[in-house]
């Protein structure tokens, strides 16, 4: 079975982009996405989306260029390749990624790496926290900012 592999930055999507838009010109634009013609995320989908073979992918921060809707599609892109034979190492703050199932979250910090559930990363605490009290949490800051 082909295997594929890929390391991708989404900050650096641009000049991914700027390749295929080179590769267009080159092969007449056949089969080649225009990425420079799409918003950000639905680029940054549409590539992920082009592969259909199994392999290893690591994401650095996938979710920089993603709605909270795709990031819900990446999502189902991950499950659709891991079912396939697929690995995935993510660096994320994403709460949506991270409740993936089934998978090792990995916490970095000072005391060191320390495997931990969804419901004790950062960003889980921190939305569900901003969620149950939205209005006392923008008020306090708000109100605070002003006072700087």
């Known amino acids: ?11 650096s999507f641009y000049n991914v982009a700027t390749e295929y838009e080179n590769l267009r010109h080159i092969n007449g634009g056949e089969n080649i996405p225009n ?28 979710e920089a260029a993603l709605s909270p809707n795709r990031q819900m599609e990446l999502l189902l892109f991950i499950n659709t390749m891991t079912q396939l034979g697929s690995q995935f190492i993510i660096v994320t703050h994403s709460s949506i990624l991270l409740a993936f ?21 950062e960003s889980y605490r921190i939305m569900e926290l901003f969620i149950n009290h939205r209005e006392s ?12």
């Open 101 to 121: 199932p089934n998978t090792d979250i990995l916490n970095f910090s000072e005391s060191g790496l320390k495997r931990i559930t969804y419901e004790e990363t």
């Open 1 to 11: 079975m082909k295997r594929s592999g890929y390391f991708f930055r989404a900050e």
């Open 35 to 62: 990425y420079h013609e799409m918003s950000h995320g639905e680029s940054f989908l549409q590539f992920m989306e082009s592969f259909n073979s199994p392999g290893l992918f690591l994401l650095d921060e996938p």
């Open 137 to 148: 949490i923008l008020n306090n800051l708000l109100n605070n900012s002003e006072h700087e």
